[in-house]
């Protein structure tokens, strides 16, 4: 495939799947070509921790694994945190999922019965919930760095790890001078100290859901995936580094003991020595094999007959340095 070819390949259609007020929510969607076959879709949600990212996150050479794989990738937006809030968000995730099945047939063969979700961090988490939340449910969940408990002490307690790094005030934060409604980050302005302000005084779960975790525990219960599973949830698969600084390795452990409680096919890959956003670097040998798993996984659960068993070894070869 030429370079001219390969970015053809890469370049979306983007569509607007709802509008709220005057804050259109866009999914862009990616695939080899459309023919006459319906082909088995990913939906992707970026990460951000709810409060900033957005659909053209998604990592390019994942992408061309994922195609080269024979899915659909449709990238998902959706309102952003503290202007939206977890019910707002979620509501967001039910209805991307209902467009994808209701209008993906004819906008571009997608088939509505072969439908994955695979997210990072924040994204992991919505993929989480898109497990019991989203009906009917997707075929596959991968979660790379997710998080099933949004009420954890990781999340309400200030973090050691954050801590370590120059307080941040409010009037810093940007927290008293937040905008309209977005489903995307604002024109020139990240909200990377908004997220720090709230994890060195443990108020993620405030800002981003509306209540207090204290007062209010039972708020919080519809938006724990890890509160939520049940036997007819989907074969999941969990991706996580041992030395994440930022979604505790403990998230996926745990979720992966209610999975087993719940006799749910499932499982977790632990990448030793690495951290959170461990998959940005293809070149890993580890990643790859990784990756590897996830496009079997998704393969076997989609029965994704378009291609034969993907390897990323093949499509993805490692660089190799001339001496």
Same mark, same amino acid.
């Given at each position: /495939?030429?370079?001219?070819?390969?970015?053809?390949?890469?370049?979306?259609? #983007?569509?607007?799947?709802?509008?709220?007020?005057?804050?259109?929510?866009?999914?862009?969607?990616?695939?080899?070509?459309?023919?006459?076959?319906?082909?088995?879709?990913?939906?992707?949600?970026?990460?951000?921790?709810?409060?900033?990212?957005?659909?053209?996150?998604?990592?390019?050479?994942?992408?061309?694994?994922?195609?080269?794989?024979?899915?659909? &990738?449709?990238?998902?937006?959706?309102?952003?945190?503290?202007?939206?809030?977890?019910?707002?968000?979620?509501?967001?995730?039910?209805?991307?999922?209902?467009? &994808?099945?209701?209008?993906?047939?004819?906008?571009?063969?997608?088939? *509505?019965?072969?439908?994955?979700?695979?997210?990072?961090?924040?994204?992991? =988490?919505?993929?989480? /919930?898109?497990?019991?939340? &989203?009906?009917?449910?997707?075929?596959?969940?991968?979660?790379?760095?997710?998080?099933?408990?949004?009420?954890?002490?990781? =999340?309400?307690?200030?973090? *050691?790890? =954050?801590? #370590?790094?120059?307080?941040?005030?409010?009037?810093?934060?940007?927290?008293?001078? /937040?905008?309209?409604?977005?489903?995307?980050? =604002?024109?020139?302005?990240?909200?990377?100290?908004?997220?720090?302000?709230?994890?060195?005084?443990?108020?993620?779960?405030?800002?981003?859901?509306?209540?207090? *975790?204290?007062?209010?525990?039972?708020?919080?219960t519809p938006y724990c995936p890890i509160q939520n599973v049940s036997p007819?949830?989907?074969?999941?698969?969990?991706?996580?580094?041992?030395?994440?600084?930022?979604? *505790?390795?403990e998230e996926s452990v745990l979720m992966a003991e209610e999975l087993a409680?719940?006799?749910?096919?499932?499982?977790?890959?632990?990448?030793?020595?690495?951290?959170?956003?461990?998959?940005?670097?293809?070149?890993?040998?580890?990643?790859?094999?990784?990756?590897?798993?996830v496009l079997s996984f998704l393969h076997r659960h989609t029965r994704n007959?378009?291609?034969?068993?993907?390897?990323?070894?093949? /499509?993805?070869?490692?660089?190799?340095?001339?001496?």
């Amino acid at each position: /495939m030429s370079c001219q070819e390969d970015q053809l390949l890469r370049t979306p259609t #983007t569509y607007t799947y709802k509008t709220v007020g005057g804050c259109q929510v866009k999914a862009d969607v990616y695939r080899q070509s459309v023919g006459s076959t319906p082909t088995a879709a990913i939906i992707y949600i970026h990460g951000g921790c709810l409060i900033y990212g957005s659909r053209n996150g998604i990592n390019q050479k994942q992408l061309g694994l994922y195609l080269g794989a024979g899915y659909a &990738v449709v990238s998902i937006d959706y309102r952003l945190a503290p202007e939206s809030k977890l019910p707002e968000i979620i509501e967001d995730l039910r209805d991307a999922f209902r467009w &994808v099945r209701a209008s993906g047939p004819d906008l571009c063969s997608l088939d *509505p019965q072969r439908i994955a979700v695979v997210g990072d961090s924040a994204g992991g =988490y919505l993929a989480l /919930m898109s497990g019991f939340c &989203v009906v009917p449910h997707p075929q596959a969940v991968v979660s790379f760095y997710g998080y099933g408990n949004v009420v954890g002490e990781w =999340y309400t307690k200030p973090d *050691p790890f =954050y801590c #370590t790094q120059p307080e941040v005030s409010e009037e810093e934060s940007g927290r008293l001078s /937040m905008g309209p409604v977005i489903s995307e980050p =604002y024109e020139g302005r990240g909200k990377d100290k908004f997220y720090l302000y709230c994890r060195q005084r443990g108020l993620w779960p405030r800002e981003v859901g509306g209540h207090d *975790p204290e007062n209010e525990p039972s708020f919080f219960t519809p938006y724990c995936p890890i509160q939520n599973v049940s036997p007819d949830y989907p074969p999941t698969l969990l991706l996580h580094g041992d030395q994440d600084t930022d979604v *505790p390795y403990e998230e996926s452990v745990l979720m992966a003991e209610e999975l087993a409680r719940h006799q749910v096919k499932h499982e977790l890959i632990t990448m030793p020595q690495r951290g959170h956003g461990f998959d940005s670097d293809m070149d890993d040998s580890l990643v790859r094999d990784a990756f590897n798993k996830v496009l079997s996984f998704l393969h076997r659960h989609t029965r994704n007959m378009d291609i034969d068993q993907p390897d990323v070894q093949q /499509m993805w070869p490692t660089r190799r340095t001339v001496l």
